[in-house]
């Protein structure tokens, strides 16, 4: 069975382009807005949506995205209101990939095997959980995978050529390069470095591969679009978010059109990288 | 060393980290080869002569090993049952037990040729304790501590920074404990080639809390053969608080297999167990869940979403529990209680008034339910609590809760 991912980077790839991956904290400023904010994705120019189970303690990741998840769950957010989000968005786009992101606690404390009926119910595509490494694959992975979802890893610049196969087993829809070693929102990356490295992991697989952490606007995101199968940019949407806010963190009349202002400013970026380079 | 026996339980965990369904490795793949390269070492280590020789030289003249085993004997009259006798590790060098394993996970590090050195604190006893021995290696320190914790506890900030320490006060969460190793994590996560992540309390992904139980297990190991010397034969209880569950499993787990020692641990019930935000007592009011590298009983909300806890003391502030006690919980081997802040505070009152001895906030819980426990026993009883820090840290906290004394 194909699924939206995998047809989406197909897609992509036939046009000659990476595929642009968006990520926000689900119900962040608050839950209609975060709504309102994920439909206006696609038309933007994202082509994959990431969106954010808010978590109290996620341990990799830096200031802004915290942030938003605190804020989220301050208006209430829960994983059960995040798969309602998905159900709202899918009810209005059926083709774009929704990836869930974030980490494994609430999943465990909601039950694995009801959480994905009701992910797979919705029309979640694909999940990211940062602290289930494949060591770990019974908990999360291998009934995810038989529930019909993407199982998306994530590969660091730690994972040497020894480890590479264990992480790209049952890894599904694509492979998440991070490309530092730090949390999101933090360095710049050094970019031949990571191209090196994403020719390293090709060797070893036939899926996509997405860069993400350190991508903060059009510029960054053509650096890594010239060689990658897709550019994933999270923080920097947060931190336009976040500056859009009133003083009490509410979302303002400017809130949408700056976040998406950006989504479409490197979305040019990664259309406009690999014509650049020939 | 003993070949594992079956029935045991004293062989955990499996190769996978797990103690029954507790444990495990759940962190991010940056750190995941990281693990795997110390769990390695530690192998090595654990079965190399010359590191155990090492280690026991500093026991003994550096952290001034063995701690004593001292007779009670006012408070033991005064509660007129069981013989009451103290593990003195408030005594070592640093002021708790803490160092038994900083020193372990120092002399790690250096074998692995590590040069950069974190920590979380809560109490500040961990953070002292890593200060010290990075001081005396010539490593590079970094603590974390939350913000609050760095407020509540002065002495102990002071005392790091004079030992050449970075304090890193944590902004983010409840500014506590948690939130301090959340923000260590993510130091280690970003400093991946050059730093080693001391943890203070056995818990994690494995291997440190196996790791953490078998530096602490000194304590339990010294009792044994004290209490021998003293009494002719085994203890009848054994009682020790617990945040994550350091001093309580080193204490323990020698003893796991000895099925006539009566084994309590004692978790910080803070304002009373009925209101769910006001303690810290993750196995009477947690359920399993997964945080900070392993999956143990944890207070949270429905949502899983993690909750604050609640405690007077710093070091027993914190939402989960090492795993191996989240496992000996569940197997009835060791029963858990709890003690509240106010009887905390009688309890030290009590020890300094019977004995001359000012423990730490975090063994005051462990004394509270010694004067619960020990009238209901009789006197042939020989009942050890740990008391596992002194509470030269705690006298402004203290002195603002008794109304400035």
Redesign the interface.
């Known amino acids: 069975m194909t699924t939206r991912i995998e047809t989406r980077f197909a897609k992509c790839h036939a046009e000659g382009r990476a595929a642009l991956v968006t990520f926000l904290m689900a119900g962040d400023p608050d839950p209609a807005t975060s709504l309102e904010l994920i439909k206006s994705l696609p038309k933007a120019g994202a082509d994959v949506i990431e969106i954010g189970m808010?978590?109290?303690?996620?341990?990799?990741d830096?200031?802004s995205i915290?942030a938003a998840g605190?804020r989220a769950?301050a208006t209430g957010m829960?994983?059960?209101k995040t798969l309602d989000l998905v159900r709202a968005f899918r009810a209005h786009d059926n083709e774009t990939p929704i990836v869930l992101m974030g980490?494994?606690?609430?999943?465990?404390?909601?039950g694995v095997d009801k959480f994905l009926a009701e992910a797979k119910e919705v029309g979640v595509d694909g999940l990211i959980v940062?602290?289930?490494?494949?060591?770990?694959d019974d908990e999360l992975c291998l009934p995810a995978l038989k529930a019909g979802l993407n199982f998306i890893?994530?590969?660091?610049?730690?994972?040497?050529d020894n480890?590479l196969p264990k992480?790209l087993t049952n890894t599904s829809g694509f492979l998440y390069y991070?490309s530092i070693?730090?949390?999101t929102g933090?360095a710049t990356p050094d970019y031949s470095k990571v191209a090196g490295a994403v020719a390293r992991i090709k060797k070893q697989t036939q899926l996509p591969i997405a860069v993400g952490f350190g991508v903060k606007n059009a510029q960054t995101a053509a650096a890594i679009a010239a060689y990658a199968d897709g550019v994933v940019v999270g923080s920097a949407l947060i931190d336009t978010l976040k500056n859009s806010l009133d003083d009490k963190n509410a979302a303002t009349g400017k809130t949408i059109a700056a976040v998406t202002a950006l989504v479409s400013e490197i979305a040019a970026g990664v259309r406009q990288a690999r014509k650049a380079a020939e | 060393m003993s070949t594992p026996l079956q029935n045991s339980f004293r062989t955990g965990p499996d190769e996978r980290g797990h103690f029954g369904l507790f444990g495990g490795r759940f962190v991010a793949e940056t750190l995941m080869p990281l693990i795997l390269e110390l769990e390695k070492a530690y192998e090595h280590a654990k079965v190399d002569p010359a590191f155990h020789d090492e280690l026991a030289y500093l026991a003994k003249h550096y952290v001034g090993r063995p701690s004593p085993l001292y007779f009670a004997e006012r408070l033991t009259e005064k509660l007129g049952g069981a013989k009451i006798y103290f593990k003195r590790d408030e005594l070592n060098h640093t002021g708790a037990h803490k160092i038994n394993n900083v020193l372990g996970q120092i002399l790690l590090a250096r074998r692995m040729g590590k040069k950069r050195i974190i920590a979380e604190t809560g109490a500040g006893q961990h953070g002292v304790a890593t200060a010290t021995a990075c001081a005396k290696y010539g490593l590079e320190c970094v603590v974390y501590m939350g913000a609050v914790d760095v407020e509540r506890q002065k002495p102990n900030v002071f005392r790091m920074k004079m030992l050449g320490a970075k304090i890193v006060p944590v902004q983010s969460g409840a500014r506590t404990l948690k939130d301090a190793m959340n923000e260590a994590l993510r130091d280690w996560v970003t400093n991946v080639a050059d730093t080693f992540y001391c943890i203070g309390t056995a818990a994690g992904p494995h291997p440190y809390p196996a790791m953490v139980r078998d530096f602490q297990s000194i304590i339990g190991t010294e009792v044994r053969w004290q209490m021998d010397e003293m009494e002719g034969r085994l203890p009848d209880s054994l009682v020790a608080c617990i945040g994550g569950g350091s001093n309580a499993i080193g204490l323990f787990h020698p003893f796991l297999d000895d099925k006539s020692v009566e084994l309590y641990g004692v978790e910080a019930a803070g304002h009373g167990l009925a209101y769910p935000e006001g303690h810290a007592a993750s196995l009477a009011g947690g359920k399993p869940g997964v945080l900070h590298g392993n999956r143990t009983y944890l207070l949270m909300n429905d949502d899983g979403q993690i909750i604050e806890g609640h405690s007077i003391s710093a070091g027993l502030d914190y939402p989960g529990i090492g795993p191996e006690h989240a496992w000996l919980r569940d197997i009835g081997r060791v029963t858990y209680s709890s003690a509240t802040d106010k009887e905390a505070l009688d309890a030290l009152q009590l020890c300094c008034q019977m004995e001359g001895i000012i423990p730490a906030l975090e063994p005051s819980h462990a004394l509270a339910f010694v004067s619960k426990l020990a009238p209901k026993k009789p006197k042939d009883h020989l009942m050890v609590v740990n008391v596992c820090g002194r509470g030269d840290k705690d006298i402004f906290t203290v002195a603002e809760h008794l109304g400035g004394m």
């Open positions: 808010p978590f109290t303690d996620p341990m990799a830096g200031p915290q605190l769950l829960s994983l059960a980490y494994f606690n609430p999943i465990y404390v909601r940062v602290d289930l490494p494949p060591e770990e890893r994530l590969a660091t610049p730690t994972t040497d480890r992480v991070v070693t730090g949390i933090a």
